[in-house]
C-alpha cells in the first residue's frame, strides 16, 4: 500500500490510560523527538486508539502529548469509551461527583478548570473511527454496515451535539453507533448471573469479539481477561445473541483497536486485526504497533514499554 509521499508508515498506539510518562518513553523508544513541544518523527506519524484518560497518574501529560501532536497533523486519533464518558457526564451532569472511573481524571484537573474544558472541547471534535491509506482504526468494534450508515450522516466520522443527544436514547441509531464503536458487543450474562472482575467489579455482562465467522458457543465469542465460569463456555448462543454479533471479514483491510484489556506477549488475533490495549496501567504494557503498508500483520511490529507497579504507585508511569 503506498504511502503519502515522505511517509513510511504509522506507529498505532494503544489506551494509555494516564500513563502519560510512560507515552513518553515509548515515542521516544519509537525514535519520535519532542521539538518545541511536540513530538516528532521524520518519516511517520502516529495513531491514537483512544482512552487517553482515567486510571493513570499523569492523565494531564498524557492528554497534552497526544493533543499537540494531533494539532501540529504529528498524529491522528479516534475516541474511545472514556472519552464518551467524560463528555457525557460534563453534558448530563455538570458539577456532580465525578464517577469511581473518572475519580483519578477529576482529581488531577481540579485545580486546572480551563484546562479540562478545553480538554473537553477537544474531546468532542475526535472522530469515531478512521480509514487512510490501507487502514482501519476504531477504538473497540468495526461494524461496517454501521458505519456505512454513520458516515451517511456524519461523513468526517464527527460527532455533533444533536448526535449526543439522541445517542442518550437507549436503542436508538445514534446510541448503538457510540456504543458498538467505542464499546464493542456485550451479551449479558444469564439468570441475573454476575462475574466479578479483576478489579473487584461485578459485571453483568460479557465482551464479545467479531473474528469468529459462524460462532456457536459463549467460549467463542469471550475477549476479556476475565474467563466465563465453565458452566458458561459452552453455552449456546441464542438467535437473538447472534444477531448482535460482528464479523470482521479476513479479506478486509488491517484493522486496530484498544478497549479489550489483553493480557501477555503483545500478539495478532488475525491476520487482520491486531489489538493494542495491554492493561497498560495494570502493571501491563503501554503497546505500539508499527504499520508500514502491510496487509498481513506480524508479532515482530509490535513495539511496548513496560509500566511496572511500584511505578504506578509512585505517580511517576
Avoid at 499537540?68 to 475516541?79: F, L
Avoid at 459485571?203 to 476479556?224: I, K, L, M, N, S
Wanted: include cysteine; aromatic fraction near 8%.
Amino acid at each position: 500500500m503506498s504511502m503519502p509521499t515522505g511517509l513510511e508508515g504509522y506507529d498505532l498506539i494503544g489506551d494509555v490510560h494516564g500513563c502519560g510518562r510512560t507515552l513518553a518513553a515509548l515515542l521516544d523508544k519509537l525514535g519520535y523527538a519532542e521539538v518545541h513541544g511536540v513530538y516528532r518523527h521524520p518519516r511517520r506519524r502516529v495513531i491514537f486508539l483512544g482512552d487517553l484518560i482515567d486510571r493513570g497518574p499523569s492523565i494531564r501529560l498524557a492528554v497534552s502529548i497526544a493533543r499537540r501532536m494531533v494539532d501540529a497533523g504529528e498524529a491522528h486519533i479516534v475516541m474511545g469509551n472514556h472519552e464518551v464518558n467524560a463528555i457525557v457526564s460534563a453534558e448530563r451532569a455538570p458539577g456532580s461527583p465525578p464517577s469511581r472511573i473518572m475519580r483519578r481524571t477529576h482529581e488531577q484537573f481540579r485545580d486546572h478548570p480551563r484546562e479540562w474544558r478545553e480538554t473537553l472541547a477537544w474531546f468532542r471534535e475526535l472522530p469515531l473511527c478512521l480509514e487512510l491509506d490501507g487502514l482501519r482504526v476504531v477504538h473497540a468494534c468495526w461494524d461496517e454496515s454501521l458505519i456505512d450508515a454513520f458516515r451517511r450522516r456524519c461523513p468526517n466520522g464527527r460527532i455533533d451535539a444533536a448526535f449526543l443527544a439522541e445517542a442518550s436514547v437507549r436503542g436508538s441509531f445514534e446510541h448503538r453507533v457510540l456504543d458498538v464503536l467505542t464499546r464493542g458487543v456485550q451479551l449479558a450474562l444469564p439468570d441475573g448471573m454476575t462475574i466479578r472482575s479483576a478489579n473487584g467489579v461485578d459485571r453483568r455482562a460479557f465482551r464479545t469479539h467479531f473474528w469468529c465467522e459462524r460462532p456457536h458457543t459463549y467460549g467463542d465469542v469471550v475477549f476479556q481477561p476475565d474467563s466465563l465460569p465453565d458452566v458458561l463456555e459452552g453455552r449456546v448462543l441464542d438467535a437473538a445473541e447472534r444477531e448482535r454479533l460482528v464479523w470482521y471479514p479476513e479479506e478486509a483491510p488491517p484493522l486496530f483497536v484498544g478497549h479489550y484489556w489483553c493480557r501477555g506477549v503483545p500478539a495478532v488475533v488475525r491476520d487482520n486485526i491486531a489489538c493494542l490495549d495491554y492493561s497498560a496501567i495494570d502493571a501491563g504494557r503501554l503497546v505500539a504497533y508499527r504499520w508500514s503498508g502491510e496487509t498481513s500483520l506480524t508479532a515482530d511490529r509490535f513495539v511496548w514499554t513496560r509500566v511496572e507497579p511500584q511505578t504506578i504507585a509512585a505517580g511517576g508511569a
